[in-house]
């Protein structure tokens, strides 16, 4: 187990890296779009910059990284990341790492989860 919560916080540690460094892409249907209701609803302007903010101070605090922090399995097999109920209302964060042509996180949803209370 503490290798897997190692492994963890090095995949925590390189999301961080990368949003910090403003090296990032938004998905426009699950998470741009959904977004921005949320975003307002939590005191910031619905704007992708503080969709990066809010995703960056969750993964900051490492308590609630700890509980909520887990892998998942992409549709297409690759390792993604989420974050399920992070602000006690339903908010589900999944992002990945992509590497295809330069490092950059994708953030894939960023919506209020169907599965919440579940």
Request: glycine share 8%; hydrophobic share 35%; proline share 3%.
């Amino acid at each position: 187990m503490a290798t897997e919560e190692g492994s963890l916080d090095d995949v925590r540690a390189e999301l961080l890296r990368l949003l910090n460094r403003d090296d990032w892409q938004i998905t426009e249907e699950k998470a741009r779009k959904p977004g921005r209701p949320i975003l307002q609803a939590a005191g910031f302007l619905p704007t992708d910059g503080a969709m990066i903010e809010y995703i960056i101070r969750l993964l900051e605090d490492e308590a609630l990284c700890r509980e909520k922090f887990h892998e998942v399995t992409l549709g297409s097999g690759e390792k993604g990341y989420a974050m399920n109920d992070v602000d006690g209302k339903g908010l589900y964060v999944k992002l990945k790492i992509n590497r295809d042509r330069r490092e950059e996180v994708w953030v894939l949803s960023f919506h209020v989860s169907i599965h919440r209370g579940r």
